[in-house]
């Protein structure tokens, strides 16, 4: 655990709840000296200070700033360490109104807390150890959860089952190590608890336990970040209309006019379990008159470096041409998974255009039309998408997936040193050197919880979060 800097001693103040006009809002004051803030700016009408009540009641009253009525509303004192922070903690609720909201902040301040920075409070109660840091950021990812896969990846029972996964490996590592260091202190004792034979065991079921974790990030993290997504196509050949089908809103401008998008417009799409941030790009052509349009083209060509997964739309009612020539030679370019989409299914297909150089680029391909596109688009690509960037086995919000960049590098230098052990133990070398290797490894483990974090990781996580929280 990480010490608790001075700064996160004093008491803190926040609105708790979001911006903006609404029938009641929270502000919170947690630290050393809530008790004494908390009864110097809630009233209760029975004449009797907040903080005399028993704990976790909910008391009404009046909210005072120099003997001066401010709002009447609910107040709750949490006695430490029984708090979300750890701390003593109080809550007051007032009239959600925006002034009025300000004004019993504004006075929470003038008494003594200070305001508090991004996720402060929960940054607390992993520093008081009321939240392992994996569970805090947890919290994190559901405050910003735009899909209920999501919601299931963050406060579903596959993040304790992530925590229990974590727990065994480390369990594991610390039986095998504890074992080593008794045979290599004492040579000639039979002290050790497990054999080589049990060690290069546990050893292997530790390794294949994180190999599994790590396999599940690609679905993790598609679920959790989203996948980089290009809709890339010639002018004029349906890529706004699919971006406006799977968005469910006309957020591009569709017209039969070439050139009509000049510019990327980019949107997070919910697509079964994963998100997509789905870009719309320019038509791709190399000659352009248009000063403007050539830089949407670029822009384009760009995002098409950038992505993960590129939707490429042919037109095959039109023949083949120049145009398409650049749209396929920039795509095989690419080493982002494919999806190809033939448009405008419901016409015929004309002599002149090159299915089979198109059907090149992937084996993944669907035909769409506009008479049925918004559920067929969706379902089709649901599917190919799913194929493509989930494991079919995992439920998401029940089996344990990881999907932290920071969690999986830890775990991914773990399973590393972890190798180098059971290599060194298979080859015969000084159990010494075996020993160092679990040693990192174990030290790579305990980064996972916030055991053994640095502070600056620690400052980074919840700078992401809002204030309040």
Not at 401 to 422: M, N, P, T
Request: hydrophobic letters at 40%; a negative charge.
């Amino acid at each position: 655990m990480t010490e608790k800097p001075s700064a996160l001693r004093s008491a803190v103040a926040a609105v708790s709840t979001p911006p903006g006009k609404g029938g009641v809002a929270v502000i919170r004051i947690s630290g050393a000296d809530a008790r004494q803030i908390a009864d110097g700016i809630f009233f209760p009408k029975s004449q009797k200070p907040l903080t005399s009540y028993p704990p976790r009641t909910q008391v009404y009253g009046e909210i005072r700033r120099e003997d001066r009525r401010i709002d009447d509303g609910m107040a709750t004192f949490f006695e430490a360490p029984h708090s979300f922070t750890g701390e003593d903690t109080a809550e007051i609720s007032c009239h959600g109104g925006i002034l009025v909201t300000a004004a019993v902040l504004e006075t929470a301040l003038l008494a003594g807390a200070r305001m508090a920075e991004p996720g402060e409070f929960t940054r607390r109660a992993f520093l008081n150890g009321k939240l392992s840091l994996p569970e805090a950021e947890a919290i994190g990812d559901l405050l910003e959860a735009q899909s209920m896969s999501q919601v299931r990846l963050a406060a579903g029972e596959g993040k304790d089952r992530l925590a229990a996964a974590y727990a065994e490996i480390r369990e594991e590592l610390t039986a095998a190590l504890g074992s080593i260091f008794a045979r290599i202190d004492y040579p000639d004792e039979d002290l050790g608890e497990l054999s080589i034979e049990e060690i290069l065991r546990a050893l292997r079921t530790a390794d294949e336990k994180a190999g599994k974790l790590l396999d599940s990030y690609r679905t993790g993290r598609a679920v959790r970040f989203g996948i980089e997504t290009a809709i890339v196509g010639k002018p004029n050949v349906g890529k706004s209309t699919l971006y406006n089908a799977l968005l469910g809103r006309d957020a591009a401008i569709v017209t039969e006019i070439p050139g009509t998008t000049r510019d990327v417009l980019t949107e997070a799409v919910s697509l079964g379990e994963v998100m997509l941030r789905l870009s719309d790009t320019a038509g791709m052509r190399e000659a352009t008159d248009d000063p403007i349009e050539a830089i949407g083209v670029q822009r384009s060509k760009d995002k098409l470096a950038s992505a993960e997964l590129i939707l490429a739309l042919f037109d095959p009612s039109r023949p083949t041409d120049e145009e398409d020539g650049e749209v396929l030679r920039k795509i095989a370019a690419s080493p982002a998974e494919k999806i190809l989409i033939f448009t405008k299914s419901d016409l015929p297909e004309a002599e002149g255009f090159d299915r089979a150089a198109v059907e090149k680029l992937s084996e993944n391909k669907i035909e769409i039309s506009a008479k049925a596109l918004p559920d067929e688009a969706r379902e089709q690509l649901q599917k190919r998408v799913g194929e493509l960037f989930t494991d079919g086995s995992l439920v998401i919000g029940q089996d344990a997936v990881l999907s932290s960049a920071r969690q999986h590098a830890a775990l991914r230098r773990a399973k590393d040193h972890l190798e180098a052990a059971i290599a060194a133990f298979s080859s015969g070398v000084e159990e010494d050197a075996a020993a160092s290797e679990l040693e990192s490894a174990l030290s790579a483990i305990a980064e996972l919880d916030g055991r053994a974090v640095t502070e600056e990781v620690v400052a980074n996580i919840f700078s992401r979060f809002c204030v309040g929280k």
